[in-house]
């Protein structure tokens, strides 16, 4: 049975297991269209109904193609996308860039409003510019009914953290900080979103792949040791006679902090695996055993972003 939580003080409902479209992009694999649109079809009916996109994503592929696979579905889903990030290392944060990227983001998608609309990995971008003049463009477009709520994504949590004490932010989405190989959202980012009634997004459960029987994608962030330790996972659970990914999305399903956990969608037979993580429960000795496998990585990190606002 699927659960649903409230994001923070909006008043968004949505699914603990959320639709993460940057798959559909094809940015871990090539996919099809007829797997795409069954994925998606099939996550609605079964009550996912938060689906998190990018223009980023896929390079616009993501945003279009969950458009049409959504096309008659729109009202029964939570839609958030994003603004600000439009490529590899391609960021403007400028108010008149947010303003006509969202408006290409909606034709895209096939709506005339998103349910969030979140500045995309803010770490890249200047503080400054991020309170003064990329919050305030995105208040404007709620204002005028595209966007119901504005929130900030990305992976500093002292970035995501110094902006939203500046400026008033309905949620922000943190990635790859809370999993099987890193919790330290927990201690600073949980808490303080809890204090200002910030909703929390948690991504990544599977630290963007990293726990799954294929591995980690070529442009893949993390340090090779922590590579290792998601491989060493998977060959833990396999021995147990379990699948790792279902246990690293129970984990992360299990942790109320966060109102729901997006994880990277866009076959049929991963949405029915993923479902299945909502109704298993996981051995408590065999979570003892994988932390003794990552006790030598826990919450390593990386860099990302502006120099200053790493963290
Ligand atoms: P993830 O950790 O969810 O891993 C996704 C990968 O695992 C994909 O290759 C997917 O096909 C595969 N997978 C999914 N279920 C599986 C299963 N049961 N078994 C084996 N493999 C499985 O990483 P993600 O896609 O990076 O994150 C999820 C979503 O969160 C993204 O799609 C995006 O919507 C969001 N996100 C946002 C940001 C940001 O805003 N900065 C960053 C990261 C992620």
Redesign the pocket.
């Given at each position: 049975m699927m659960e649903y939580r409230q994001l923070g003080g909006t008043e968004l409902r949505i699914s603990v297991l959320g639709f993460?479209?940057?798959?559909l992009g094809d940015v871990?694999r090539k996919t099809e269209p007829a797997e795409r649109n069954a994925a998606v079809h099939f996550a609605v009916d079964q009550g996912i109904n938060f689906f998190?996109?990018?223009p980023y994503y896929g390079l616009t592929l993501a945003e279009a193609r969950l458009g049409e696979a959504l096309e008659g579905r729109r009202e029964k889903v939570v839609l958030a996308t994003?603004c600000g990030r439009y490529g590899d290392s391609e960021f403007d944060f400028s108010a008149k860039r947010i303003t006509a990227g969202f408006e290409e983001s909606l034709k895209r998608l096939r709506t005339d409003y998103v349910d969030l609309l979140?500045a995309?990995?803010v770490e890249f971008g200047h503080v400054q510019q991020v309170v003064e003049e990329t919050l305030p463009a995105m208040r404007r477009l709620q204002e005028q009914g595209k966007a119901r709520y504005v929130g900030i994504?990305?992976?500093s949590l002292k970035n995501l953290m110094e902006i939203a004490g500046k400026a008033k932010v309905d949620s922000i989405?943190s990635?790859c900080r809370y999993n099987l190989l890193i919790t330290d959202m927990d201690q600073s980012l949980a808490p303080f979103a809890r204090e200002h009634g910030i909703g929390l997004i948690n991504?990544?459960?599977?630290?963007?792949?990293i726990i799954?029987?294929?591995g980690a994608p070529e442009w893949h962030p993390a340090p090779q040791a922590l590579r290792d330790a998601g491989q060493r996972i998977v060959a833990l659970c396999k021995a147990r006679g379990v699948?790792a990914?279902?246990v690293a999305?129970r984990f992360c399903l299990d942790y109320a902090g966060a109102a729901s956990t997006?994880?990277?969608?866009?076959?049929l037979g991963?949405v029915e695996?993923?479902l299945k993580a909502l109704e298993m429960k996981v051995e408590p000795e065999l979570l003892r055993e994988i932390a003794e496998v990552v006790a030598p990585v826990k919450d390593v990190t990386w860099p990302s972003g502006l120099e200053e606002n790493c963290g």
């Amino acid at each position: 049975m699927m659960e649903y939580r409230q994001l923070g003080g909006t008043e968004l409902r949505i699914s603990v297991l959320g639709f993460g479209a940057s798959p559909l992009g094809d940015v871990f694999r090539k996919t099809e269209p007829a797997e795409r649109n069954a994925a998606v079809h099939f996550a609605v009916d079964q009550g996912i109904n938060f689906f998190d996109v990018s223009p980023y994503y896929g390079l616009t592929l993501a945003e279009a193609r969950l458009g049409e696979a959504l096309e008659g579905r729109r009202e029964k889903v939570v839609l958030a996308t994003k603004c600000g990030r439009y490529g590899d290392s391609e960021f403007d944060f400028s108010a008149k860039r947010i303003t006509a990227g969202f408006e290409e983001s909606l034709k895209r998608l096939r709506t005339d409003y998103v349910d969030l609309l979140q500045a995309h990995d803010v770490e890249f971008g200047h503080v400054q510019q991020v309170v003064e003049e990329t919050l305030p463009a995105m208040r404007r477009l709620q204002e005028q009914g595209k966007a119901r709520y504005v929130g900030i994504t990305g992976y500093s949590l002292k970035n995501l953290m110094e902006i939203a004490g500046k400026a008033k932010v309905d949620s922000i989405l943190s990635y790859c900080r809370y999993n099987l190989l890193i919790t330290d959202m927990d201690q600073s980012l949980a808490p303080f979103a809890r204090e200002h009634g910030i909703g929390l997004i948690n991504a990544s459960p599977l630290h963007m792949g990293i726990i799954t029987e294929r591995g980690a994608p070529e442009w893949h962030p993390a340090p090779q040791a922590l590579r290792d330790a998601g491989q060493r996972i998977v060959a833990l659970c396999k021995a147990r006679g379990v699948d790792a990914s279902e246990v690293a999305l129970r984990f992360c399903l299990d942790y109320a902090g966060a109102a729901s956990t997006l994880v990277g969608l866009s076959s049929l037979g991963h949405v029915e695996r993923n479902l299945k993580a909502l109704e298993m429960k996981v051995e408590p000795e065999l979570l003892r055993e994988i932390a003794e496998v990552v006790a030598p990585v826990k919450d390593v990190t990386w860099p990302s972003g502006l120099e200053e606002n790493c963290g």
